[in-house]
């Protein structure tokens, strides 16, 4: 049985993430552990894919940190725009008996668009006969635009200055979508509500009532002539894909309204513009595939059929051997998913002239980005800034860094906060604190051990991670490293997250990344799907 998982396919796959992650379907964080130095600390060696190599890892965990809806971004390859180059154009057929300039048999392969040098996304409809591009793109308008140099090209969007900063990098580009369209459904907010029926009778505001699959969103109704007049949102609430509005009490009945859902995160400049302006199954461009012979300039008549309506084309005739050179769209139609060309003459004898047509991908140039530039890699970047907060252990270094989806605490429920500790925390006396070093071994006389991670002077408190996770209130401690024995301790806290729990999706081996009070580390990830 012959299968294929198709390049949009795995866009999807990045967007079911992205969705989980921004409407909290599921909960997402950072763990990091290993302060055991690598043998060769420049080169950490390649993670293995087993339960023994993960598990190995789950007893250093230090901490973990949530990833918040602002910290993933879909991802497509970086190309930037460099004069005298030749792009490869838009072309819905490549990999079906054509291939594009650089030689790619699939559209995700081909050089279609470019980021130019102040990070605005264009794709190339036109590259004027394979020609060089040497006028960089730099309009934003929402039409189809052609240049100096004959390249026709399509204005996406603009990379947010934040977007740049946090997921921008040497071979991806961050991309986005407009959440608020229905065929993305990675929204989280409850953005307004429109008023479809106002209703009657009401005497006072009713209460608005919005019910979905978030949380938190609230609004007041106002009244005018007994109807239900607007609604004001007070809170926009998160994690909804989608929400229903009702209005109860107020002495009124039937007023009805839509909830309009949309992203807490700004879309990229000019996107939204772009993403409201594209047009479904326009006619690009039609490439001549055969010139056939004794055609008149005047003479040929271009005729589209298909789905759609409206498209038109004329054809330029070589008046030395009457084939036909070019063939130019003068009317792109609309609602075409397939288009047939066919070439005939009004009173000249041509014949043989064949072309193919190109139809803009489904919503039209813009409407989808992640999936007209095949996002299908999802990035990943957090700062560990927090250095109030003793989760994030400062003083120590660590190695691997992994993403875990549904870590539990020791209650066995989901861990949903924005930190946690995976240590066994111990108080010890004041002025005890001196008998243990981060990296120390700890013994307990439970048959626990323990390797020390963190020491707060302030509170008198130690940060052990476990091997062997046998402690109590009452255990009696040996520092081997040191040959310190008869440790005593006041109490001991439980780890806040269980690091035997959860779905590593994602495991990084890195050079040690060493934290101190005093800086922020931003920590990136990429999955590719």
């Not at 866009?11 to 997402?28: C, K």
């Not at 901490?63 to 930037?80: G, Y």
């Not at 921008?168 to 979508?177: C, E, Q």
Request: proline content about 3%; charged content about 15%.
């Amino acid at each position: 049985m012959a299968l294929i998982l198709r390049r949009l396919g795995r866009v999807e796959l990045a967007r079911s993430y992205l969705r989980d992650i921004r409407n909290n379907n599921d909960y997402f964080h950072f763990i990091v552990g290993r302060t055991t130095p690598w043998s060769d600390e420049t080169a950490p060696p390649t993670p293995i894919d087993s339960d023994a190599y993960v598990a190995e890892f789950r007893r250093t965990v230090m901490f973990s940190q949530r990833i918040d809806s602002a910290d993933v971004c879909m991802l497509a390859k970086r190309e930037n725009w460099t004069s005298n180059t030749v792009y490869d154009e838009y072309d819905d057929a490549y990999g079906n008996g054509t291939s594009s300039y650089s030689g790619a048999l699939s559209l995700a392969e081909a050089k279609f668009f470019v980021m130019t040098s102040d990070f605005k996304v264009y794709k190339c409809i036109s590259n004027n006969n394979n020609a060089q591009s040497t006028v960089e793109p730099s309009s934003t308008g929402t039409s189809i635009f052609e240049l100096s140099d004959g390249y026709n090209w399509k204005y996406m969007f603009t990379i947010s200055a934040s977007d740049q900063n946090k997921f921008l990098d040497a071979d991806f580009i961050p991309v986005r979508k407009l959440t608020g369209n229905p065929t993305h459904d990675v929204t989280g907010e409850v953005d307004s509500i429109s008023i479809t029926a106002g209703g009657s009778g009401y005497t006072s505001a009713p209460t608005v009532v919005i019910a979905g699959d978030g949380t938190g969103a609230s609004a007041t109704a106002s009244i005018g002539s007994g109807a239900v007049t607007s609604v004001t949102i007070n809170t926009s609430g998160s994690g909804y894909s989608f929400a229903f509005v009702s209005f109860i009490g107020g002495g009124g009945a039937n007023a009805t309204g839509t909830v309009n859902l949309g992203d807490a995160d700004s879309l990229p400049a000019g996107q939204s513009a772009v993403e409201g302006a594209a047009i479904t199954g326009t006619l690009d461009r039609v490439v001549v595939t055969n010139a056939g012979q004794d055609y008149a300039q005047g003479d040929v008549v271009v005729t589209v059929t298909g789905d759609g309506a409206g498209a038109e084309a004329s054809a330029y005739v070589n008046s030395a051997t009457g084939a036909i050179t070019s063939i130019r769209v003068t009317n792109p139609g609309s609602g075409y998913s397939y288009a047939n060309i066919s070439i005939t003459n009004t009173s000249a004898p041509g014949t043989n002239a064949a072309a193919r047509a190109i139809i803009s991908p489904q919503g039209g140039h813009g409407s989808n980005a992640t999936r007209e530039l095949f996002a299908h890699n999802l990035g990943v970047t957090v700062n560990f800034s927090d250095n109030d907060n003793k989760d994030l252990i400062t003083g120590n270094d660590f190695r691997q860094i992994a993403l875990i989806k549904n870590i539990k605490n020791n209650s066995g429920v989901t861990y949903t906060a924005n930190t946690g500790t995976g240590c066994h925390i111990i108080n010890v006396a004041s002025g005890q604190t001196s008998n243990y070093a981060v990296d120390d071994i700890i013994l307990s006389n439970d048959g626990g051990k323990f390797q020390v991670i963190q020491i707060d002077t302030g509170n008198n408190n130690i940060y052990l991670t476990a091997e062997i996770p046998l402690l109590s209130n009452s255990s009696t401690l040996e520092n081997t490293t040191q040959s310190i024995a008869s440790l005593s301790i006041n109490s001991v806290t439980n780890p806040e997250i269980d690091n035997s729990t959860g779905e590593i999706v994602y495991l990084d081996n890195r050079a040690p990344i060493i934290r101190s009070a005093d800086q922020v580390e931003q920590v990136k990830a990429l999955i590719r799907f």
